[in-house]
């Protein structure tokens, strides 16, 4: 399952989108707007767009981990607007019957997220004196 929000994502109410009775394994990460990018200023938010056809492009991310791990369920959720430091900026979960597939699935559903192309992103800098 894939989604695309403008509204925060709920860590406690997406357990119950992925789990299985078949999956012995359940791994969930959540990428989050961090104070300090790679530039070394202090982010204040980060403006997410998506343009393009960003839920085929999670669709085809979603897939690639259903053909590469033995799965029971994936599930992607991407965020866009304006999200302040803390705020949840997207979500990779993958169920299997045992952790080694759930975890790379979940690592490479990671990677896969922060390279996609229907994507963009703006940082927002606090002000220096």
């Given at each position: 399952m894939v989604k695309l929000v403008e509204s925060t994502i709920d860590p406690a109410s997406v357990y119950n989108s992925i789990c299985s009775a078949f999956s012995g394994s359940v791994v969930f990460h959540y990428a989050v707007v961090k104070k300090?990018?790679?530039?070394?200023?202090?982010?204040?938010?980060?403006?997410?767009?998506?343009?393009?056809?960003t839920l085929q492009e999670l669709e085809g991310i979603a897939g690639e981990l259903e053909r590469s791990w033995k799965l029971e369920d994936v599930l992607l959720i991407r965020r866009t607007g304006c999200l302040v430091v803390g705020e949840i900026i997207s979500l990779v979960a993958a169920s299997s019957p045992n952790s080694e597939d759930a975890f790379e699935a979940c690592r490479h559903g990671i990677n896969r997220l922060k390279k996609m192309s229907t994507i963009r992103k703006a940082e927002n800098f606090a002000e220096t004196p």
């Open positions: 300090q990018a790679g530039s070394g200023k202090s982010t204040t938010s980060i403006e997410y767009k998506a343009q393009g056809d």
